[in-house]
């Protein structure tokens, strides 16, 4: 019977690339007035995979939904959903989120009152 000597070579391979998280407070609309039927500015999410968005305003006696819209190319603009901002028992302002967004191809993203 032969025998075979061979010599097995390995390479450990960094196959999990960084993932960093980005962000800011305020990038969209910040202490301003979004008057209905107004977009607010767009902010640019190319390289974001996925996303959250955190709205809060002042008008707890208003009860219209917020819509957010993307766009694939800083041009042409889609509606990705409503978010439906409530107030709290007692609170000052309403609040709404839309977490896990799915922005992949999406180069921005605003908001529409």
Do not use: H
């Not at 694939?72 to 609170?91: I, L, M, Q, R």
């Amino acid at each position: 019977m032969d025998t075979i000597n061979t010599t097995l070579t390995t390479q450990v391979l960094d196959v999990l690339p960084q993932v960093n998280n980005y962000g800011s407070y305020g990038n969209i609309s910040n202490d301003t007035t979004l008057f209905i039927n107004s977009f607010s500015s767009d902010e640019d999410v190319s390289s974001y995979n996925y996303g959250s968005l955190f709205y809060s305003d002042s008008s707890i006696g208003s009860f219209d939904s917020i819509r957010i819209e993307v766009s694939p190319d800083g041009t042409n603009w889609f509606k990705y959903s409503d978010v439906y901002p409530f107030t709290e028992t007692g609170a000052t302002t309403r609040t709404a989120s839309s977490v896990d967004m799915c922005l992949k191809g999406i180069t921005n993203i605003r908001i529409y009152n």
